[in-house]
C-alpha cells in the first residue's frame, strides 16, 4: 500500500461505536468463513443466488465499470493478469497470472530494460465457448484494446489508455469521429491498427508504451483490457443485441438477461478448472434477482433463501445490531487500516442552474462548508465504519496528505453562517436552488437527505434527483448532454480505487483530468484544470512511484483549491451473506465475495469444478 489508513479500533466508545469498533476487531472483518464445520473440505454444486437493486452498467467488458458488473465479469470473462483472492490483504493486492503465463518483469524478460515495451504469453487451451468452441488468441487481445475507444459505448478510464500506449491517443480520436454503426466500426477496427498494441503470433501479445510506467501492469489487470472475441463485431458495443449474445471464456457463462430483473449464468462447459489459477468454479449456477430493496435482500441473506447481496450494503437499522452480535457473516473490507469507499459529491461546471452559479469558485466553496459530513458517518454506521473526508482522495490513495482540510468546521457537522456569506460574496444573499442526483438502493436515500438539510441551512435548496443504480452513471453521470442541460448540478456517487498500491491514476486521473471528458469518462461535471493535467502528467512520466507522489499531492491540493468536488466520506464497505455460505473473503475487485470462489454448505461434492 502507499499509505495506511486512518482508521484505528477504538479502545473506548459509547453506543453504536462501541458495537462498531468491537466487532471490527474481531477475526472475520476482513475475510469471514473461510471453510464449514471447523475445516470442511469445499464443496461443489448448488445454485448461488444474489439479490439486489440495481442492473449492470454495461456487459461490454470494455465499458463496464460499476463494482457490481466487476464481480459479474469475473465470472464470465478472463484478462492476462489479475488479482488473486487471499485472506491476507497484502497478497491480495499482488498481480497474478490469469490468460497469461507469467506476470511480466524485468526479471523473466517480460519488460524490457528501459521499460516501455511488455511482452505478455497467453496459455494454451483456453477457448470461448463459440459454436465451435475456439481458441483464445493475442489478436482478442489487441482487439479488445481497440474496442475501448468505439464511438458508441467507450472506455470510461480513457486516459489510462491514450496516456500510455503508443499511439493510442491518435487511434482514439480517429475512432471517435467514425460513425456508430456496426459496419463503420467492423471497417475501422480491420484498417486501424494501434501502434504500441501488436499480436506477433496467436499467443504473443507486446505493448509499447509512450514513457515508463509503474502502474501499467495495474491498468492491464482492469477488466476494460479483456481479450474480445471477434463475434462481437456483429454487434453494437453493448447494445441489446449485444447483451443477448454474450460469449464466456471464463468458468460461467450467461444463459439468461433480463434488464433490471434478472441475470442467470451456468457452468461454462468449455471452461477447464486446470488452465484457471484464479477461478475455483464450486456453485453449478448463479442467478441475481434485481429490483429487491435493502431491507428485504437483507432479511432474505439471513433468512438463508438467498446468498449474497449483488449491490447493496445492510440497512444501517440493522447493522448496530450485527455488528453488538459479532455476526459472523458479516465483513468489514478492506481489512485492518485500509479504507475504500469514497463518498463525494461531483460538481456539474456545465450546469446552466442560478445563471451558470456552479462556475463561480465562491459558490462551489460555500458547499463545500455546508456538508455535514459527521452526519453523513454516522448514517454509515459510525467511526469504525466512516469517517468524513476533506480530500479529493481518499487516504489509501496516492496523494492524500495527513490533516489536511481546506474547509474546516467544528466537528464536521458544517458551517452554515461562513457557506452563506461565500454564496452573498457570489451574489446569492437570497440563496440559490439546485439538483442532488442520487442512486435509490442502499443508504443513498437517507444520505441525500441528510446532505439535503445540511445544504438549506446554508441557504441552498435541494431538489432531489432519484435514478436507479444503472442509470445513475449510464443515462445521467457519464451522459455530457444530460449535463449540459442542467438535470442535475451535484450528485452522490461512490468511488473506490480500482486498484491499491500506486493508485493515483485510479483517483486524481480518472476523475480530474478533464482531457479524459466525454461519453462514460468518470470527470463526471467537466472540470478542467491546466494546472491538475500538468501534475497529472508529471506524476506518470515519474520514474519511481514515490518520485510521483508529490505532484499527486499538488494535483489533490489544486483539486481542493478548486472546489472541484466536494468530499463527503470515507469508508469501509459492509457486506453480508447467509450462513450457509463459505468460502466469503473480501475482493478487492467486486468489494464483495467472489462468486467464483464461494461454495454452499450442503453441496453435492467435494473440490472445485473439472
Known amino acids: 500500500m502507499s499509505r495506511p489508513g486512518r482508521w484505528r479500533c477504538a479502545t473506548t466508545a459509547f453506543g453504536l461505536a462501541a458495537a462498531v469498533a468491537l466487532a471490527a476487531c474481531g477475526p472475520e472483518t476482513g475475510g469471514g468463513k473461510p471453510s464449514t464445520g471447523g475445516g470442511a473440505a469445499a464443496a461443489s454444486g448448488g445454485v448461488l443466488r444474489l439479490v439486489g437493486k440495481s442492473d449492470v452498467d454495461h456487459l461490454a467488458t470494455t465499458s463496464a465499470y460499476y463494482t457490481t458488473t466487476a464481480m459479474l465479469m469475473r465470472a464470465f470473462t478472463r484478462q492476462l493478469i489479475n488479482y488473486p483472492l487471499d485472506s491476507d490483504f497484502d497478497r491480495q493486492i499482488v498481480l497474478a497470472p490469469d490468460l497469461a503465463t507469467a ?268 456538508v455535514d459530513r459527521a452526519a453523513v458517518a454516522q448514517i454509515q454506521g459510525g467511526a469504525a465504519i466512516a469517517r468524513p473526508s476533506r480530500q479529493a482522495v481518499v487516504s489509501a490513495a496516492s496523494g492524500y496528505v495527513e490533516e489536511y482540510d481546506p474547509y474546516p468546521s467544528p466537528g464536521d457537522h458544517g458551517d452554515p ?88 491514476r485510479s483517483f486524481l486521473q480518472a476523475l480530474y483530468d478533464g482531457r479524459t471528458y466525454g461519453p462514460n469518462s468518470a470527470d463526471y461535471g467537466d472540470y478542467n484544470s491546466a494546472a491538475v493535467n500538468q501534475l497529472v502528467d508529471r506524476a506518470l512520466g515519474a520514474a519511481t512511484p514515490a518520485a510521483a507522489e508529490p505532484f499527486w499531492r499538488a494535483a489533490a491540493a489544486q483539486v481542493m483549491q478548486d472546489a472541484a468536488v466536494v468530499p463527503v466520506t470515507q469508508s469501509k464497505i459492509v457486506i453480508y451473506h447467509s450462513a450457509r455460505l463459505n468460502g466469503c473473503v473480501f475482493s478487492v475487485i467486486s468489494f464483495n465475495c467472489d462468486m467464483t470462489m464461494v461454495w454452499l454448505a450442503g453441496a453435492s461434492s467435494p473440490g472445485g469444478a473439472p
Open 103 to 370: 506476470v511480466p518483469s524485468l526479471a523473466n524478460g517480460g519488460i524490457s530494460a528501459d521499460g516501455k515495451t511488455y511482452t505478455f504469453h497467453l496459455r494454451s487451451g483456453v477457448r470461448w465457448n463459440t459454436q465451435p468452441p475456439r481458441a483464445v488468441v493475442a489478436g482478442d487481445e489487441v482487439r479488445g484494446i481497440q474496442l475501448l475507444c468505439n464511438p458508441v459505448s467507450p472506455v470510461g478510464a480513457p486516459g489510462y489508455y491514450e496516456t500510455t500506449i503508443t499511439g493510442m491517443q491518435e487511434f482514439c480520436d480517429a475512432f471517435a469521429k467514425t460513425p456508430g454503426t456496426v459496419a463503420d466500426i467492423q471497417r475501422f477496427i480491420a484498417t486501424h491498427p494501434i501502434r504500441g498494441v501488436r499480436a506477433p503470433d496467436d499467443t504473443t501479445v507486446v505493448f509499447t508504451l509512450r514513457q515508463p510506467a509503474s502502474d501499467f501492469l495495474n491498468i492491464v489487470a482492469m477488466p476494460f483490457a479483456s481479450p474480445v472475441p471477434i463475434e462481437y463485431l456483429a454487434y453494437l458495443p453493448d447494445g441489446p443485441d449485444f447483451r443477448a449474445h454474450t460469449i464466456s471464456d471464463g468458468p460461467y457463462r450467461i444463459t439468461r438477461y433480463v434488464p433490471n430483473r434478472e441475470i442467470e449464468l451456468d457452468r461454462n462447459p468449455v471452461w477447464t478448472a486446470a488452465l484457471d489459477p484464479l477461478r475455483k468454479a464450486y456453485v453449478d449456477s448463479i442467478q441475481i434477482i434485481e429490483g429487491v430493496s435493502s431491507e428485504s435482500g437483507q432479511q432474505q441473506l439471513q433468512a438463508g433463501t438467498a446468498d449474497m447481496s449483488w449491490d447493496q450494503q445492510p440497512p444501517t437499522a440493522d447493522r448496530a445490531q450485527l455488528l453488538a452480535a459479532k455476526d459472523p457473516d458479516l465483513i468489514l473490507g478492506p481489512p485492518g487500516d485500509h479504507d475504500a469507499n469514497d463518498i463525494f459529491m461531483p460538481i456539474n461546471f456545465l450546469s446552466p442552474s442560478g445563471d451558470g452559479a456552479l462556475r463561480k469558485l465562491a459558490v462551489r466553496q460555500a458547499l463545500e462548508y455546508a
Open 417 to 504: 453562517a461562513k457557506a452563506k456569506a461565500l454564496l452573498a460574496q457570489a451574489g446569492y444573499p437570497n440563496g440559490i436552488t439546485l439538483k442532488l442526483l442520487y442512486r435509490t438502493g442502499g443508504l443513498d436515500p437517507d444520505i441525500a437527505q441528510t446532505i439535503q438539510a445540511s445544504l438549506l441551512r446554508a441557504g441552498v435548496t435541494v431538489q432531489l434527483v432519484p435514478a436507479t443504480g444503472a442509470d445513475f452513471f449510464a443515462k445521467y453521470l457519464q451522459n455530457p448532454d444530460v449535463a449540459k442541460r442542467g438535470v442535475w448540478d451535484l450528485a452522490l456517487p461512490a468511488w473506490v480505487p480500482d486498484w491499491f498500491g500506486n493508485n493515483g
